[in-house]
């Protein structure tokens, strides 16, 4: 099988971005504000990380933003080439944000926390360009919209790879010691992640090259 995509998340620099793409990275995770989690950056400073990425690496700005005005003035203002929607939005905003940013690529977070996410899946899949499977909880007061490090049920996940016929991208706790399986078990088009390739921090070569290294091998 091919080797999956993988999204390095949570990159605080253009040294960062650098580093990631140069490990394999096909794709960037830029966090804008958000009400809890890790990668938290200015908008200025994800601008001027997008700018620096070279094609054909996407950049994926994280908007925890739920109306399409807001989030179509984020994308603007930051410049990547691909929205990531942490939670959920308001009905008409996938069709609106279409129609103003014509080739910025929409993709919709699901959070897994029950078999209820398979059929929220089959309903938005002609809405957006890909899904990214993640282990938040928008549910709680002070919502967890991704960065958790926590495994979900990926047989649930492996059900909306089968159904939706769109890209999926798998997130939640992957680790070089576990993505060999995650890949086995689910078969998503790409997997991201952020913890799991840093220290103290900081994004880490040595983490890097590991998990590059297991996927790679996953593929094989």
Do not use: Y
Not at 17 to 25: D, E, F, I, K, Q
Not at 96 to 110: G, M, S, W
């Amino acid at each position: 099988m091919a080797r999956p995509r993988v999204k390095i998340c949570c990159i605080m620099s253009v040294a960062e971005a650098r580093m990631a793409v140069a490990a394999g990275a096909s794709a960037l995770g830029l966090v804008g504000r958000m009400p809890s989690g890790p990668g938290v950056i200015a908008d200025a400073l994800i601008a001027e990380i997008a700018a620096a990425v070279p094609p054909p690496v996407a950049t994926f700005l994280l908007t925890s933003e739920t109306q399409a005005d807001a989030i179509i003035d984020h994308v603007r203002r930051c410049g990547t080439n691909t929205v990531q929607l942490v939670d959920r939005v308001d009905e008409d905003a996938h069709g609106a944000i279409r129609r103003a940013l014509p080739a910025v690529k929409i993709v919709q977070v699901l959070h897994v926390t029950d078999a209820d996410v398979i059929e929220e899946a089959r309903e938005l899949a002609g809405a957006v360009d890909a899904f990214l499977l993640d282990s938040g909880n928008p549910n709680l007061a002070v919502k967890e919209l991704g960065g958790t490090g926590r495994v979900h049920d990926w047989a649930l996940s492996r059900r909306i790879v089968e159904l939706v016929g769109r890209p999926v991208f798998l997130a939640g706790g992957l680790r070089p010691e576990n993505v060999q399986e995650a890949v086995a078990r689910v078969r998503p088009f790409g997997v991201d992640l952020c913890s799991s390739v840093r220290s103290d921090g900081s994004l880490d070569v040595d983490k890097l090259a590991a998990f590059f290294g297991a996927i790679n091998h996953a593929a094989a």
